[in-house]
């Protein structure tokens, strides 16, 4: 990695930031007294985020565990794919980005609405229409624009200065709302915090009622796995930093939370009247974090207060600008997306997926501050969902890791996951907490949107990847019935209310209507998920088809070498046979007295012949497997192919190998040698044919390979001893290694990765070396290759857990074997 690379990398600082940016924004200054004084007072918030921060801890871990595991910059989405496949995450991703775009939008709106709080109405002019009680003005609608497109196009092409910004405003955030803590703390005390808790209701169930929010209140802190690609530090010190994250954030809503009632307005005697009274206000009295401030340090401690929301609503943006472009960049390499997306800047950032992003956010100011808040509302749901995706793949990879720690971790963050998630959704079950009608509604639409586009990408899916999961039709169908259902009781509920004091014709008229959507929406899904079913049905039937096809086309072409091999053989047989009348003949000349006989055979043609029979011998062997149909599936079902063990010596083996190759490697000046090294029990059990193909298979790629007056060496060494179970029962073994070992080129390690698919690797030249794997495999070793570290040698090492045949035998001899 160059030094300029080097330079684009986040430090842990860096991660911080970007952690609790993306979770922590303007929200922490008004939602402690909007929600969590009025809900569960101030020593109920404190333990509500205690709890909160502990149990996002345990889901922060599992996907922590995930991006040490997989350390891609798709994050959660990623993990999904790889462990879950890609139906599930489709979904994830989908989730996820519903999730961060709310926030992103709650953000990029917020300055309007700070400056409509602080400074009146100097934007609130172009009247255009109102939306559930919020006028929408065009001058506001300009200035959100503005600060729409400033910071995303700053996300585009400020670069590194993006990621100096983000930490800057991260550590002002922070820092500065811990000194007007301090600052107020020491001026007013303890007192202003009795009663601890709200009276009105149980302090156990308004602790559990705020517990309940927390992906609410702190989804973004796991945007960092988006940025895996970029760490300048290991994955492994990732927990570390998201710990510290979570842990500043959550102190974050305490110390406002507690602000919010430090100063209160004098006419009220305690802070449960004073926030019960805080709908009907006006001003900064209806801002308690605002007034306290104001009500202590005066204009300037409101400007210092003014300058900690801007850092933190800078921070959020710039995260999410960049979490949202890494999300839409990985789905569409995923190709879930269309290629544009995947473009990329000469820095790696997303430009096209953030422009998409900024362009589309543009709409957001039309519809109303109300009606982000009701989107917003569904990050409790949508985020359990994705911290349930996680948790649930750290579990399965715990699982097959045998890693029992980490397994439980999962099972508890999957737990912890629908709590989140159904709490929520219940009506009138938390204090408070319960979503609004429209947020309902809004998750239902969404929910549909994404099965919509789901069905797009599966009918349009070319490589077979999608509409493999049942599981994941049947969460969507069920959050969009679960979903409709709620909105429909709470619009009943509504109604009902409503009807009491106005015609009861005209409510009826809405809830049949209102029943018609949910219905309308509920038939929309059930009928794309019954096209996907016939469509699966159909490509099962064309595989069914194409595998009759396929197995037919086997069939033929196994009952061709059948036929090939009995042909074949006949002449083998005949020459074999004619090998060795030569030999006989070889035989009787040399035991001649005769030493000037003019017919004498010269030695060197015996010894060709010998090669010539050891040649002929090993392909008889050969032609006899290929008569066997059952050895035509090597390779695709190891419990076809019949071993035949019986006992053998590694000596005579390595001595057969040596001879077979002797001259090819003397033809190209190639130094060769056989060792049996430290060969206590040169006696084995084992299918001696194939062991020889082995050796065969990766000797003649070794000579192949190896350029002329290079060197290959065959290694044989007993490493240990061990217990072999054989027919059944446990017997004396021993563990042999055997190193082939050249001069050659080395193998690139993309050829390594596919040893195991003959098709990727046949045009290489390394056929053989497949064929190898196959065999070690049928014979339960394992082989590995590895390189000297140089361009040149390599050493494959092939290990076999064989029994003994015979234990009483001496060691071999560490001489090399000699020359046929």
């Given at each position: 990695?160059?030094?300029?690379t080097r330079?684009?990398?986040?430090?842990?600082?860096?991660?911080?930031?970007?952690?609790?940016?993306?979770a922590?924004?303007?929200?922490?200054?008004?939602?402690?007294?909007?929600?969590?004084?009025?809900?569960?007072?101030?020593?109920?918030?404190?333990?509500?985020?205690?709890?909160?921060?502990?149990?996002?801890?345990?889901?922060?871990?599992?996907?922590?565990?995930?991006?040490?595991?997989?350390?891609?910059?798709?994050?959660?989405?990623?993990?999904?794919?790889?462990?879950?496949g890609?139906?599930?995450?489709?979904?994830?991703?989908?989730?996820?980005?519903?999730?961060?775009?709310?926030?992103?939008?709650?953000?990029?709106?917020?300055?309007?609405?700070l400056?409509?709080?602080?400074?009146?109405?100097?934007?609130?002019?172009?009247?255009?229409?109102?939306?559930?009680?919020?006028?929408?003005?065009?001058?506001?609608?300009?200035?959100?624009?503005?600060?729409?497109?400033?910071?995303?196009?700053?996300?585009?092409?400020?670069?590194?200065?993006?990621?100096?910004?983000?930490?800057?405003?991260?550590?002002?955030?922070?820092?500065?709302?811990?000194?007007?803590?301090?600052?107020?703390?020491?001026?007013?005390?303890?007192?202003?915090?009795?009663?601890?808790?709200?009276s009105?209701?149980?302090?156990?169930?308004?602790?559990?009622?705020?517990?309940?929010?927390?992906?609410?209140?702190?989804?973004?802190?796991?945007?960092?796995?988006?940025?895996?690609?970029?760490?300048?530090?290991?994955?492994?010190?990732?927990?570390?930093?998201?710990?510290?994250?979570?842990?500043?954030?959550?102190?974050?809503?305490?110390?406002?939370?507690?602000?919010a009632?430090?100063?209160?307005?004098?006419?009220?005697?305690?802070?449960?009247?004073?926030?019960?009274?805080?709908?009907?206000?006006?001003?900064?009295?209806?801002?308690?974090?605002?007034?306290?401030?104001?009500?202590?340090?005066?204009?300037?401690?409101?400007?210092?207060?003014?300058?900690?929301?801007?850092?933190?609503?800078?921070?959020?943006?710039?995260?999410?600008?960049?979490?949202?472009?890494?999300?839409?960049?990985?789905?569409?390499?995923?190709?879930?997306?269309?290629?544009?997306?995947?473009?990329?800047?000469?820095?790696?950032?997303?430009?096209?997926?953030?422009?998409?992003?900024?362009?589309?956010?543009?709409?957001?100011?039309?519809?109303?501050?109300?009606?982000?808040?009701?989107?917003?509302?569904?990050?409790?749901?949508?985020?359990?969902?994705?911290?349930?995706?996680?948790?649930?793949?750290?579990?399965?990879?715990?699982?097959?890791?045998g890693r029992?720690?980490?397994?439980?971790?999962?099972?508890?963050?999957?737990?912890?996951?629908?709590?989140?998630?159904?709490?929520?959704?219940?009506?009138?079950?938390?204090?408070?907490?319960?979503?609004?009608?429209?947020?309902?509604?809004?998750?239902?639409?969404?929910?549909?949107?994404?099965?919509?586009?789901?069905?797009?990408v599966?009918?349009?899916?070319?490589?077979?990847?999608?509409?493999?999961?049942?599981?994941?039709?049947?969460?969507?169908?069920?959050?969009?019935?679960?979903?409709?259902?709620?909105?429909?009781?709470?619009?009943?509920?509504?109604?009902?209310?409503?009807?009491?004091?106005?015609?009861?014709?005209?409510?009826?008229?809405?809830?049949?209507?209102?029943?018609?959507v949910?219905?309308?929406?509920?038939?929309i899904?059930?009928?794309?998920?019954?096209?996907?079913?016939?469509?699966?049905?159909?490509?099962?039937?064309?595989?069914?088809?194409?595998?009759?096809?396929?197995?037919?086309?086997?069939?033929?072409?196994?009952?061709?070498?059948?036929?090939?091999?009995?042909?074949?053989?006949?002449?083998?047989?005949?020459?074999?046979?004619?090998?060795?009348?030569?030999?006989?003949?070889?035989?009787?000349?040399?035991?001649?007295?005769?030493?000037?006989?003019?017919?004498?055979?010269?030695?060197?043609?015996?010894?060709?012949?010998?090669?010539?029979?050891?040649?002929?011998?090993?392909?008889?062997?050969?032609?006899?497997?290929?008569?066997?149909?059952?050895?035509?599936?090597?390779?695709?079902?190891?419990?076809?192919?019949?071993?035949?063990?019986?006992?053998?010596?590694?000596?005579?083996?390595?001595?057969?190998?040596?001879?077979?190759?002797?001259?090819?490697?003397?033809?190209?000046?190639?130094?060769?040698?056989?060792?049996?090294?430290?060969?206590?029990?040169?006696?084995?059990?084992?299918?001696e044919?194939?062991?020889?193909?082995?050796?065969?298979?990766?000797?003649?790629?070794?000579?192949?390979?190896?350029?002329?007056?290079?060197?290959?060496?065959?290694?044989?060494?007993?490493?240990?001893?061990?217990?072999?179970?054989?027919?059944?029962?446990?017997?004396?073994?021993?563990?042999?290694?055997?190193?082939?070992?050249?001069?050659?080129?080395?193998?690139?390690?993309?050829?390594?990765?596919h040893?195991?698919?003959p098709?990727?690797?046949d045009?290489?030249?390394?056929?053989?070396?497949?064929?190898?794997?196959?065999?070690?495999s049928?014979?339960?070793?394992?082989?590995?290759?590895?390189?000297?570290?140089?361009?040149?040698?390599?050493?494959?090492?092939?290990?076999?857990?064989?029994?003994?045949?015979?234990?009483?035998?001496?060691?071999?001899?560490?001489?090399?074997?000699?020359?046929?």
């Amino acid at each position: 990695m160059d030094n300029n690379t080097r330079m684009n990398l986040f430090s842990p600082l860096h991660i911080w930031a970007l952690s609790l940016g993306c979770a922590v924004g303007w929200g922490a200054f008004m939602v402690p007294a909007n929600l969590f004084i009025p809900t569960a007072g101030p020593l109920g918030t404190i333990l509500a985020m205690g709890i909160s921060t502990a149990l996002l801890l345990i889901i922060g871990a599992n996907f922590c565990r995930l991006a040490e595991k997989y350390p891609d910059d798709g994050g959660i989405v990623a993990y999904v794919r790889n462990i879950i496949g890609h139906d599930h995450a489709f979904l994830a991703a989908w989730i996820l980005l519903i999730a961060y775009l709310s926030i992103l939008w709650a953000n990029a709106t917020a300055n309007v609405l700070l400056f409509r709080f602080l400074h009146g109405d100097w934007l609130s002019w172009g009247y255009l229409y109102t939306i559930a009680g919020f006028d929408i003005y065009f001058g506001e609608v300009l200035a959100t624009w503005l600060v729409i497109i400033i910071f995303g196009l700053f996300a585009c092409y400020s670069g590194k200065v993006a990621r100096y910004l983000n930490t800057l405003c991260a550590v002002v955030f922070f820092l500065s709302v811990l000194i007007l803590f301090i600052a107020m703390f020491r001026q007013v005390g303890t007192s202003v915090f009795t009663p601890a808790f709200q009276s009105y209701t149980n302090p156990a169930m308004q602790v559990f009622s705020m517990v309940m929010l927390a992906p609410w209140m702190f989804f973004g802190f796991e945007a960092v796995t988006h940025a895996c690609d970029d760490f300048d530090f290991s994955s492994k010190r990732l927990f570390p930093i998201v710990i510290a994250a979570v842990l500043s954030g959550g102190l974050i809503y305490i110390l406002l939370a507690a602000m919010a009632i430090m100063s209160i307005p004098p006419e009220y005697a305690s802070w449960t009247t004073y926030i019960a009274q805080r709908p009907h206000l006006e001003g900064l009295a209806g801002l308690p974090v605002f007034h306290s401030v104001h009500a202590v340090f005066g204009r300037e401690g409101l400007l210092f207060l003014c300058v900690s929301i801007d850092c933190a609503i800078i921070t959020s943006l710039m995260g999410l600008y960049r979490t949202c472009g890494r999300l839409l960049h990985f789905m569409a390499r995923c190709e879930v997306l269309p290629v544009w997306f995947k473009q990329r800047a000469a820095d790696e950032t997303p430009r096209h997926a953030i422009i998409f992003v900024m362009f589309i956010s543009l709409l957001i100011p039309f519809l109303g501050r109300v009606s982000i808040v009701w989107l917003c509302d569904i990050i409790t749901v949508v985020g359990s969902v994705a911290y349930g995706y996680a948790s649930y793949c750290a579990y399965k990879l715990a699982q097959k890791e045998g890693r029992p720690l980490d397994r439980y971790l999962g099972i508890i963050g999957i737990f912890i996951s629908c709590l989140f998630f159904f709490c929520p959704l219940i009506p009138d079950l938390l204090l408070g907490g319960s979503l609004d009608t429209e947020s309902y509604l809004m998750l239902s639409v969404w929910s549909i949107l994404g099965f919509i586009y789901y069905w797009y990408v599966f009918k349009y899916d070319n490589h077979d990847r999608f509409g493999h999961s049942t599981s994941m039709c049947i969460m969507i169908l069920f959050l969009n019935f679960f979903s409709t259902s709620l909105w429909l009781r709470q619009v009943m509920e509504q109604r009902l209310r409503e009807s009491v004091s106005s015609n009861s014709a005209s409510s009826y008229n809405v809830l049949a209507a209102d029943s018609v959507v949910q219905m309308v929406m509920l038939m929309i899904i059930l009928l794309l998920m019954t096209n996907i079913f016939i469509t699966l049905k159909r490509r099962e039937r064309k595989m069914t088809q194409t595998l009759q096809r396929q197995h037919e086309i086997n069939h033929a072409q196994n009952t061709y070498l059948r036929n090939l091999a009995h042909d074949i053989r006949i002449p083998m047989e005949a020459a074999q046979l004619s090998v060795h009348h030569s030999l006989e003949n070889c035989t009787i000349c040399s035991a001649c007295d005769v030493d000037s006989c003019p017919h004498r055979i010269p030695d060197r043609l015996s010894n060709c012949l010998g090669q010539l029979d050891s040649h002929s011998q090993y392909l008889m062997h050969l032609i006899g497997s290929m008569l066997d149909q059952r050895n035509m599936s090597i390779g695709t079902s190891k419990d076809r192919i019949p071993l035949d063990f019986a006992p053998m010596d590694w000596r005579h083996t390595l001595q057969h190998i040596k001879d077979i190759f002797a001259l090819e490697m003397q033809a190209k000046n190639i130094f060769f040698e056989v060792y049996p090294i430290e060969l206590p029990h040169p006696t084995v059990i084992c299918d001696e044919q194939r062991l020889e193909r082995i050796l065969i298979n990766l000797v003649s790629n070794a000579c192949e390979f190896t350029p002329y007056g290079g060197g290959v060496m065959v290694t044989l060494l007993e490493t240990s001893p061990a217990t072999v179970t054989y027919q059944g029962q446990e017997v004396p073994g021993a563990v042999y290694e055997l190193h082939i070992n050249d001069s050659g080129a080395n193998i690139p390690p993309d050829i390594i990765t596919h040893i195991q698919e003959p098709f990727e690797i046949d045009s290489t030249g390394l056929g053989g070396l497949c064929i190898a794997k196959g065999l070690v495999s049928l014979l339960k070793g394992t082989i590995k290759v590895s390189s000297t570290g140089q361009d040149i040698g390599k050493d494959i090492v092939v290990t076999l857990s064989l029994p003994l045949a015979d234990t009483g035998l001496e060691t071999a001899s560490a001489e090399p074997l000699t020359e046929g």
